[in-house]
């Protein structure tokens, strides 16, 4: 079994501890690809000998940049993993004996869970009126169903305790790390927009899937990435809006959900702001005084 990684990455000081935590792995890759375009310096500094080829791609973009060392690839299986993930030790040896478990048409993704922490990223309280009433937009009286590509088109994320299965079939998979036969691989630039690229992983996934590809999560392979913000700015939010309301529209999910939520969203950040100003000013008053 040959086993390729494909990292797309601007080249960030996160990478290394990716790259080591993926040498020491139980499993090691024949090659680990580093994908980084043409205008980004690799800033880490990684060993370059060994299994590690950086590859300069034309363009600037996740999904580009993944494409392209998916197509460079030469393993059986590929691990596509972000620069900022760390794997535990036995991880890839977990997903490897997960995916040769099931179907010749399958991929499978580890849990993730917050750096330093057995916390799921998609570990959230779901008994407030608020978060009931957001789960209710999104996706109607079936509320909050884990794991779930919501009516709205906003992928629910599988949040589960049960270790005593191997595997839980899910409808998307977080793109941050996941593991493909190459004969699966979607080598395709599919992200119509530039800058980040919001919601990608899940129209990575509607892509798989609609290839016959089934989605698992191996329950008990573990992944660690650093805490994710919400956007913070009216153009991140505008930009995550632009790209889910293209997920919703390839997966003919409810526009007129995907729009409250997104009302929802945008009063949400508004009076973040407006609470932000009135401490600032408060504060000023304060020092005058």
């Given amino acids: ?14 990478l290394i501890n990716t790259i080591k ?3 020491h792995s139980s499993i090691r890759p024949i090659e680990i690809l580093v994908c980084i375009p043409l205008s980004c310096e690799l800033v880490s500094k990684i060993d370059l000998s060994d299994n590690i080829r950086v590859i300069r791609t034309k363009k600037k973009g996740q999904v580009n940049q993944r494409m392209v060392g998916f197509l460079e690839s030469q393993g059986e299986l590929v691990l596509q993993i972000d620069d ?9 040896k977990k997903l490897v004996y997960c995916l040769e478990g099931i179907d010749e048409k399958a991929a499978v993704a580890p849990s993730i869970f917050w750096e330093g922490s057995k916390i799921s990223v998609f570990s959230t309280k779901r008994d407030s009126f608020t978060r009931k009433f957001s789960d209710w937009i999104m996706n109607g009286k079936n509320g909050y169903k884990s ?9 629910f994320g599988l949040d589960h305790n049960d270790k005593n299965q191997d595997k839980t079939e899910t409808e998307w998979l977080p793109g941050g790390c996941g593991l493909h036969r190459s004969h699966n691989l979607i080598n395709l630039d599919y992200f119509p927009f530039s800058g980040k690229a919001y919601s990608e992983d899940l129209i990575h996934s509607f892509l798989l899937r609609e290839n016959g590809v089934k ?4 329950n008990n392979a573990i992944a660690y990435i650093e805490p994710i913000f919400y956007p913070d700015s009216l153009i991140d939010l505008f930009r995550q809006y632009q790209a889910t309301k293209y997920v919703v529209k390839i997966q003919r999910k409810g526009l007129v959900r995907f729009h409250l939520l997104y009302a929802l969203r945008l009063f949400k950040m508004v009076a973040r702001l407006i609470n932000r100003v009135v ?3 408060v504060n000023k ?3 005058i005084i």
């Fill in 147 to 155: 794991g779930v590509v919501s009516l709205s088109g906003v992928g």
């Fill in 84 to 92: 900022d993930v760390i794997l535990e030790k036995d991880t890839i």
């Fill in 215 to 218: 989605l698992y999560v191996c």
């Fill in 279 to 281: 401490k600032m000013c």
């Fill in 285 to 287: 008053i304060k020092k």
């Fill in 1 to 14: 079994m040959k086993l390729s990684v494909v990292i797309p990455t601007l080249g960030g000081i996160p």
């Fill in 21 to 23: 935590a993926l040498q």
